[in-house]
């Protein structure tokens, strides 16, 4: 990146400067209306001082001007100067034609982005003047104070009272694409026309605090006259996407053929369920070049939960298929030209390989074509990232099955009033009869080792369903009434629920909208105990339970029923190893603290051993081990795992199994103690 002067020039001045060279009426309005603003006047201030101090850098001095609260709202976080130039010097590229290629920057922040691409322009069209390539990049940002820290940036190195400046306040939704490759402000709004490369860093919001519905708007674009597939249809993107999402899927629509898209994002779209949709978004639009993730030491910290995505827009079904993506994991720092031999020298895979992986000391590559990708039944990508390789092997090969394949998986009871359903002590509860109390564990930390009986725990859920029921078939209506039971109740001499029932009225839990929802507010329905529980958060201890007595759980726990067929004893042993554990690693996500997370229908999906191919002598053998585990047997697990690993003919050793999963624990618990929080969000665990 070029020299630029940094703190002898006051952003007051340059922002008179920026009025002056915005090139017309239409676009210097929002600068003159910003100035007027109080709040934005001081902002301004407050930037001119500090880049008059030189003290930091533009970037860390716009972040200054931003509350911890504006800044959480806003999604905004800082890109390393070296991320954004690498970026750019992959999406920006030579036109064919000869014509000097054409930027947009959706959001542009600070302007490091925005200063990247005008920098990688000198590269790409050195005959052309630094006035002349500010018309070429195009910035957008809601908030005007980053679009005047961006211009005195920009500005820097071209003369103020000729430099047009391509800046708009305009939030991105409301900026349409179009065939044309110049700019036009009209009543509805900002055109601007088509482009060469998308670069940036979108806002990182939830979409619980985004207008969904505008930013969707967009996807009707998307499909053949008459029908819209990403919109409504079959393809359509998860409502339950964050903004990012869309900020990518509105990008696309500005991209020409053959067009680059350079984004960070957040790296939630290769493991949650609303990223199933969104890489289907992609692999239908784009030649996914490459995927790099970041380990707790390479650049800041806010990347550890970030990837680049580096895509370019073919509508060719047969080049996006044949494309191999390369997954790579950045373990250390490097420079922008490393980061960028790793985006384009990594292996293919051959013709007889499903993926291959590539190794140096800083950097690990795994490259997949994007048809398998497309193809998959899931749209877990996260493994091709972190996982060791003899894992990403053994997920993209046959031998394993999804463990709701042959169990049901469902999440414990969710009863919307913990404190009235649990009954655990003294207290208005106390006298609730026997009839309608279950023993039950509200978490995993309710139990102290592999096994859970009736006898270890001191909880109890309140059952009444078979109750209900009665009543229900005494009465003959279909749905039997919150008063109907209460009565029956008092007439068959229940009072000890009747006056529980009584007092929870009392507290209101009857109006908690999942109480209200019931036909009878206390009755949650018919309740299956599981065979197993698992946890929904792991730390460095990973344990499955066993539960013989038929114990019920909350939903901080996820429950396992086994199909018919399927051998509970040898199920539980395979659950017990060390490669299921090492497979939660792979499968699960990382949550604040480097705690481990699966959701249900994670779970659900989640490629274990399976029991139902192994002989005869091999269950017999596992379920007798498992009876050893159980009772103790400190040897058991490796035993277990020998046999299982036997068992799926694999030539992952017990030794080399134990290691690996050893050291992605260590990864996720340090990444996870040396990062900051999550920056975009959606417990227990040996």
Not at 125 to 153: I, K, M, W, Y
Not at 267 to 283: D, I, M, N
């Amino acid at each position: 990146m070029s020299d630029r002067p940094s703190g002898e020039s006051q952003l007051a001045t340059r922002f008179e400067a920026i009025v002056a060279a915005a090139g017309g009426a239409t676009r210097a309005d929002w600068l003159a209306t910003a100035a007027s603003e109080p709040a934005v006047r001081e902002r301004l201030d407050d930037l001119a001082a500090l880049l008059g101090e030189g003290s930091e850098t533009p970037a860390a001095a716009y972040q200054d001007t931003l509350s911890d609260a504006t800044r959480t709202a806003s999604g905004h976080f800082a890109t390393d100067p070296t991320v954004a130039s690498a970026l750019c010097r992959w999406a920006v590229q030579p036109r064919a034609d000869g014509r000097p290629p054409r930027v947009l920057d959706p959001a542009t922040g600070s302007g490091v982005f925005t200063l990247a691409a005008h920098d990688r322009l000198a590269a790409v069209a050195p005959n052309q003047s630094p006035t002349d390539r500010l018309e070429r990049v195009v910035g957008v940002d809601v908030d005007p104070v980053a679009l005047a820290l961006t211009g005195h940036q920009l500005l820097a190195n071209a003369r103020p009272e000729t430099a047009p400046l391509e800046l708009y306040e305009a939030d991105f939704f409301e900026v349409s694409p179009g065939p044309e490759r110049t700019c036009t402000v009209t009543a509805d709004g900002v055109r601007a026309g088509e482009f060469d490369a998308v670069v940036g860093n979108p806002p990182y919001v939830r979409q619980e605090t985004t207008d969904i519905d505008r930013a969707r708007e967009h996807l009707a674009a998307f499909g053949p006259d008459g029908e819209t597939p990403y919109l409504d249809g079959e393809r359509a993107l998860s409502r339950r996407s964050d903004a990012y999402v869309y900020f990518v899927t509105h990008a696309t629509q500005f991209l020409r053929e053959g067009g680059r898209l350079g984004v960070v994002i957040p790296a939630k779209w290769l493991v949650t369920r609303y990223g199933e949709s969104f890489q289907r978004f992609l692999f239908d639009h784009y030649r996914v070049e490459s995927v790099v993730g970041f380990g707790a030491r390479a650049f800041d910290d806010a990347l550890v939960d970030t990837v680049l995505l580096l895509a370019e827009r073919r509508e060719n079904a047969a080049a996006r298929r044949s494309t191999p993506v390369r997954f790579s994991r950045l373990d250390d720092q490097v420079s922008v030209s490393r980061l960028l031999s790793t985006v384009e020298s990594a292996e293919p895979p051959d013709d007889e390989a499903a993926m291959a992986v590539w190794n140096t000391d800083d950097v690990r590559t795994v490259t997949v074509d994007q048809g398998s990708l497309a193809d998959g039944d899931t749209g877990k990508q996260s493994p091709y990232l972190d996982a060791p390789a003899p894992f990403i092997r053994l997920l993209a090969g046959e031998t394993l099955a999804p463990l709701g394949s042959f169990t049901t998986v469902h999440r414990g009871v969710m009863t919307g009033a913990n404190d009235f359903f649990f009954l655990d002590g003294p207290g208005p509860g106390a006298a609730v009869e026997a009839r309608f109390r279950t023993p039950a564990i509200k978490s995993i930390r309710d139990v102290d080792g592999r096994v859970v009986t009736a006898a270890e725990t001191d909880r109890e859920l309140l059952d009444v369903h078979d109750y209900v029921a009665s009543v229900r078939a005494e009465t003959g209506v279909g749905d039997a009434t919150t008063t109907a039971v209460v009565d029956a109740l008092a007439r068959d001499g229940y009072d000890g629920l009747r006056e529980y029932v009584e007092w929870g009225t009392d507290q209101e839990f009857h109006e908690r909208s999942s109480c209200a929802s019931r036909p009878v507010w206390f009755d949650l329905g018919d309740l299956t105990a599981p065979t197993v529980f698992v946890p929904k958060f792991f730390d460095e201890r990973v344990v499955v339970v066993a539960n013989p007595d038929g114990l019920l759980a909350g939903n901080a726990v996820d429950c396992l029923g086994v199909d018919e067929g399927v051998d509970e004893r040898t199920l539980l042993g395979v659950l017990n190893t060390t490669l299921t554990k090492a497979l939660l690693e792979c499968w699960g996500r990382t949550e604040g603290g480097g705690a481990l997370q699966i959701m249900t229908y994670e779970l659900s999906t989640l490629p274990v051993p399976d029991p139902r191919t192994f002989d005869a002598s091999t269950q017999e053998a596992i379920a007798a081990t498992t009876d050893a585990l159980l009772a103790g047997d400190s040897d058991a697990v490796r035993r277990l795992d020998r046999l299982v690993l036997d068992a799926i003919e694999t030539d992952i050793s017990v030794e080399d199994c134990r290691r690996l999963r050893e050291e992605m624990v260590r990864r996720r618990v340090r990444t996870g103690r040396e990062s900051v929080p999550p920056l975009v969000e959606e417990s227990d665990a040996s």
